[in-house]
T-cell receptor
Framework: DGGITQSPKYLFRKEGQNVTLSCEQN?????MYWYRQDPGQGLRLIYY???????QKGDIAEGYSVSREKKESFPLTVTSAQKNPTAFYLC????????????FGPGTRLTVL | GQSLEQPSEVTAVEGAIVQINCTYQ??????LSWYQQHDGGAPTFLSY????GLEETGRFSSFLSRSDSYGYLLLQELQMKDSASYFC????????????FGGGTRVLVKP
């Protein structure tokens, strides 16, 4: 079955530590995205990548970093520079020509203690 | 920049019809998408309007009017499982595949 996987589902970290969230897709999609969702809020774009070895900042990129070395993988690192990292993080992918329909992973809920 | 406005919450009973409005401000966009998200879950794609008019997919329909900068999602024959948050999103011209989401409308279906 094709889809997007994110791991882990729940993640706890101490303040000041960097943490990397995994996102893998086997849908053969060129484009991948990372969103942040706070309770009762919409999705805000952190970073997106339309092709391997290329990515662009979204609306709230400060304190985050990404890499896109393989088509299937788009890991997100939440650095200690992110002032309020506790949130629900969602990864998505889409075909290069069909960005209006994005396919989402199950999400990672990050809690920084 | 872009902004999308949706009502924060709507409550209705089973079998009823609910309309979720989405008004937007953007200089140019390809179309309006709608997503559903159950509590704690991932958003799932519902529909997309590239052109003005009504798109029907089973119990759900979506409408777009570019001249009014307005769209809506219509949920018919409401079921308990329709209790979820619904988001509109636009893909701006010149922004590649980037989507901008509205704040979401929480729909609560009561027996």
């Amino acid at each position: 079955d094709g889809g997007i996987t994110q791991s882990p589902k729940y993640l706890f970290r101490k303040e000041g530590q960097n943490v990397t969230l995994s996102c893998e897709q086997n849908l053969n999609h060129d484009a991948m995205y990372w969103y942040r969702q706070d309770p009762g809020q919409g999705l805000r774009l952190i970073y997106y990548s339309q092709i391997v070895n290329d990515f662009q900042k979204g609306d709230i990129a400060e304190g985050y970093s990404v890499s896109r070395e393989k088509k299937e993988s788009f890991p997100l690192t939440v650095t200690s520079a992110q002032k309020n990292p506790t949130a629900f993080y969602l990864c998505a992918s889409s075909p290069s020509s069909g960005g209006y329909e994005q396919f989402f992973g199950p999400g990672t809920r990050l809690t920084v203690l | 920049g872009q902004s999308l406005e949706q009502p924060s919450e709507v409550t209705a009973v089973e079998g009823a019809i609910v309309q979720i409005n989405c008004t937007y401000q953007t200089s140019g966009f390809y179309g309006l998408s709608w997503y559903q998200q159950h509590d704690g879950g991932a958003p799932t794609f519902l529909s997309y309007n590239a052109l003005d008019g009504l798109e029907e997919t089973g119990r759900f329909s979506s409408f777009l009017s570019r001249s009014d900068s307005y769209g809506y999602l219509l949920l018919q024959e409401l079921q308990m499982k329709d209790s979820a948050s619904y988001f509109c999103a636009v893909r701006d011209i010149g922004a590649g595949n980037k989507l901008t989401f509205g704040g979401g409308t929480r729909v609560l279906v009561k027996p």
